[in-house]
Structures are given as C-alpha cells and as structure tokens.
C-alpha cells in the first residue's frame, strides 16, 4: 500500500490549499482516512479524520477553516485549508489506520497505520 500526497506549497497568509492523498494498491477497504502534520520542533498532530462512512473530525485549531473528504471509489482524500495562517505551516502527512489489501487471487492482507511521504505547506508573506 502506497500513500501519495499532493498539492502542498507556499500561500499568502489568508489564503488556500488543496491538499490531495492516493492511496495505491489492490485495496478492498479503507477504514479512516487523517491528515495529520508537523510543524518544525513539535509533536506530529491530527489535523482531521474521516471515517469510511463519511463522519469527519477536526483539530480545534482548524474547525471552520479546514474541510476533508473522501472518494471511497478512488481511494483517496482531500483536505481544503482556508483562511491559512502561519501557523499552519508544517509537513502535512496522510494517514490510513486500517487498510485491507487483495495480495493474491482468495488471499487478503491487514496494513495498519499506514503514512505518506509528507508534502510541505508553508503559510507566508
């Protein structure tokens, strides 16, 4: 299993970003789906999570500003940043908890916490 993120980059204060995450593979199921992020010297944090059957939650500090979503069909998941401040900048990760993979024709495998490479935001001016 192979999770890709996209669409990371530097933006104005106020502004905003899609960021987009495939994941790759003969998947069969998905259960939740997160972006998490790490801001230079701090803990890696959950940005926002979405179940398979579309329940989404959100940091605090992003509620109102952030929206995630899913493609079940696609296997993938967005997550769209407005009104973007510095403190936002960080590497942002996308995260499966529970991935069910096919690995062979009858035979099926579990992958749990699964993560992307990371792809950079930056929020300035």
């Known amino acids: 299993v192979q999770l890709v993120e996209s669409g990371g980059g530097l933006v104005q204060p106020g502004g905003s970003l899609r960021l987009s995450c495939l994941a790759s593979?003969?998947?069969?199921?998905?259960?939740?789906l997160a972006w998490y992020r790490q801001a230079p010297g701090k803990q890696r944090e959950l940005v926002a999570s979405?179940?398979?059957?579309?329940?989404?939650k959100y940091a605090d500090s992003v509620k109102g500003r952030f929206t995630v979503s899913r493609d079940n069909a696609k296997n993938t998941t967005d997550l769209v940043m407005d009104s973007l401040t510095p403190e936002d900048t960080a590497v942002y990760y996308c995260?499966?908890?529970?991935?069910?993979?096919?690995?062979?024709?009858?035979?099926?495998?579990?992958?749990?916490?699964?993560w992307g490479q990371g792809t950079q935001v930056t929020v300035s001016s």
């Open positions: 995260n499966v908890d529970r991935v069910v993979v096919t690995v062979e024709p009858g035979r099926v495998m579990t992958f749990i916490n699964q």
């Open positions: 593979g003969n998947i069969l199921k998905i259960d939740t």
């Open positions: 979405i179940t398979s059957g579309g329940n989404s």
